[in-house]
């Protein structure tokens, strides 16, 4: 009989690419790194709407998830402010996935959204912001002494503040509904949008499905199909899935709400040579551009996409019929089965140092790739 696994073992598998950022000066350069990512995003977004491979609801909709992202990155970054201080020891620090995202893992978010729930709390116990620098300045003029724990204090409250506040990105941003125009007789167009922070990847995930309502009722307004869709729609949005697998799931389980298209953009991995380990082409890149402290980096972004190729009558019951969805797989690169996808787009956005460095090298596997250059100035120039 084989031996089992240590259960240590097994702990340890899974987490040795996690890399805890313990380091004052690394934690908060890791922040702002994300802080000009983010800011950057949401130019490429509306690059893509020039070029018409987005809509301008497409944009809006996921503009407001980098929205949320850059929100989320901030909170954390007020978290972890003192991170490698004597104040922060018993604190812990940052945990973020090295190896396969450059994000924070998964329990980050999780952690955050129960902070959430008791950030009122918290706060009803803390003295004010003005009270915590007021007494920073006494700290300093009388004692002559650096106020390490008030600082600790006061970016505690200024993260349980942010958290108050909301807008941010949640392990779950449950699903909803804009409606798009009418789409013939009791026939209307909704698009659905939800997102995730996936715990397989440890990357945000955000989808975009085009529905036909066929339903008497508005599908926002209906109390009783519209929160089984969503409950449904959340349990599914699990990288490891298909679109196909996703969308033929609705189709099968909604008889009067037909996907007609199904988009799913994830955001990340980001690599950058001071935190993450990355093998291959983009290592060589990273590292032989030599790039000044926040212009070392790239980030990959994935759409994949699924559309309706045409519509089938079944029959349901005795006498009834319904509408089933024949999707369109990619028909080109004869992986369409094994991809679930009628087509997968993949980008790297990046600044300009690393990008000339990978235009001299060329390596196979980017020449399909789409290049978003990014300039300190916020230019953004898309390439092939």
């Known amino acids: 009989m084989a031996n089992r696994p240590d259960k240590r073992d097994i702990t340890a598998e899974l987490t040795h690419d996690h890399v805890g950022l313990s380091d004052t000066f690394s934690a908060r350069r890791y922040f702002r790194k994300f802080e000009r990512i983010t800011a950057h995003l949401a130019r490429v977004a509306a690059t893509m709407e020039t070029e018409r491979r987005l809509s301008k609801t497409d944009v809006a909709m ?21 991170a490698g201080r004597e104040t922060g020891t018993h604190f812990g620090s940052l945990a973020f996935d090295a190896h396969e995202s450059g994000f924070p893992v998964f329990r980050e978010l999780m952690t ?28 300093i003029i009388s004692d002559l002494t650096l106020p390490t724990k008030l600082q600790f204090a006061l970016s505690q409250r200024l993260y349980y503040e942010a958290l108050l506040k909301g807008g941010l990105f949640w392990a779950q941003n449950d699903p909803q509904a804009v409606w798009l125009r009418d789409a013939g007789q009791n026939r209307r167009l909704y698009q659905l949008h939800w997102a995730v922070y996936d715990s397989q990847i440890n990357l945000p995930t955000i989808y975009l499905m085009e529905v036909e309502d066929t339903g008497r009722t508005a599908l926002p307004k209906d109390q009783r199909r519209w929160p089984e869709a969503q409950s449904h729609l959340m349990a599914q949005s699990v990288a490891g899935l298909k679109l196909l697998t996703i969308a033929q799931g609705f189709d099968s389980d909604f008889d009067d709400l037909h996907p007609k298209r199904l988009r799913r953009f994830h955001i990340g991995p980001m690599y950058s040579s001071a935190y993450t380990r990355q093998t291959g082409p983009i290592r060589k890149v990273l590292d032989d551009a030599k790039s000044p402290e926040g212009e070392d980096w790239t980030l990959a972004w994935t759409t994949e996409e699924l559309e309706s190729e045409r519509v089938e009558v079944q029959k349901s019951g005795w006498f009834g019929t319904v509408e089933r969805e024949i999707f369109a797989l990619d028909p080109f690169t004869g992986r369409g089965v094994d991809t679930g996808a009628t087509r997968t787009e993949r980008a790297v956005i990046l600044p300009e140092r690393p990008y000339q460095v990978l235009a001299e090298l060329d390596p196979p596997g980017f020449r399909d790739v789409r290049k978003f250059v990014v300039s300190p100035q916020g230019r953004v120039l898309s390439y092939r």
């Open 112 to 139: 955050m959204a129960n902070d959430a729930q008791q950030a009122e709390r918290h706060l009803s116990g803390m003295m004010s912001g003005a009270d915590l620098k007021a007494e920073m300045i006494r700290t």
């Open 62 to 82: 996921i503009g407001s998830y980098i929205e949320s992202i850059g929100r989320t990155f901030q909170a954390l970054a007020m978290k972890y402010l003192m």
